[in-house]
């Protein structure tokens, strides 16, 4: 066989094996590591949701024991709204998911927390006291636009609330809205009012301060 001894032969057919053995190792491996990961991340959302359960359980109990006479500690109240809320959620298992879909919406706009850019799902799962896996579900069931993934759901956010600040604060530019409203960047504000509204913010604001004189005059008339 072209001069390859039958030594030679089983030297390369050993090589060939141990190189197979070592690649389908390095496979087993990685898809171990992939499994760990996502065990750990599987148990730290388990316990973040433990935790804060466990948290509100404490206070509520530190605070209906008289025999404390600890002063309480001052509290903003919309973070002790959201608390009480929240244990309140977890304590209600039959709200349905059109219902905590409205208290979604309701501690978004209270606390504008989609104007903040950095929001994520871990983020705002934290702010809300809720899973990720709950917030994910309910974007998917229950939210206005389609598809409900949190991008969008944000975006919806940001882009109406940029329409009453373009009508309310008429001497903003166009960078101070999109940048209060929770835009990154101006470009990416102005390509998404576009596409929803087919005008441009400044456009918009244009012809909303007209229709509003108008409305004006005429009921002077």
């Known amino acids: 066989m072209l001069g390859v001894t039958p030594q030679q032969l089983i030297v390369w057919l050993i090589i060939v094996v141990v190189v197979a053995l070592i690649i389908a ?10 499994i760990v990961d996502n065990n750990h991340r599987l148990t730290r959302e388990v316990n973040e949701a433990n935790r804060a359960k466990q948290k509100a359980e404490e206070e509520l109990r530190r605070r209906s024991d008289p025999t404390t006479g600890a002063a309480e500690e001052p509290m903003k109240p919309t973070i002790k709204k959201l608390q ?23 501690q978004m706009d209270e606390q ?36 409900a993934t949190l991008n969008e759901y944000l975006t919806n956010k940001r882009l109406a609330y940029a329409c009453k600040l373009l ?31 087919g005008l441009t913010p400044t456009d918009y604001k ?10 004006l005059q005429a009921t002077q008339t």
Not at 93 to 101: D, G, S
Not at 114 to 141: G, M, W
Not at 206 to 215: D, P
Request: positive net charge; glycine residues 2%; aromatic residues 8%.
């Open 25 to 34: 190792l390095v496979i087993v491996l990685r898809l171990a590591s992939t």
């Open 84 to 106: 009480q809320e929240a244990y309140t959620l977890r304590e209600r298992p039959e709200m349905t998911n059109a219902e905590l879909m409205a208290w979604i919406d309701k």
């Open 112 to 147: 504008l927390l989609f104007t903040k850019q950095d929001l994520d799902l871990k983020s705002l799962s934290q702010a809300l006291n809720l899973t990720q896996r709950c917030i994910v579900q309910v974007l998917k069931t229950q939210a206005t636009f389609v598809p």
């Open 167 to 197: 009508v309310e604060e008429p001497n903003w530019t166009v960078d101070a809205i999109a940048h209060e409203a929770g835009f990154s960047a101006r470009k990416t504000f102005q390509t998404q009012f576009k596409d929803r509204f």
């Open 206 to 215: 244009t012809k909303r301060l007209q229709a509003e004189r108008q409305g």
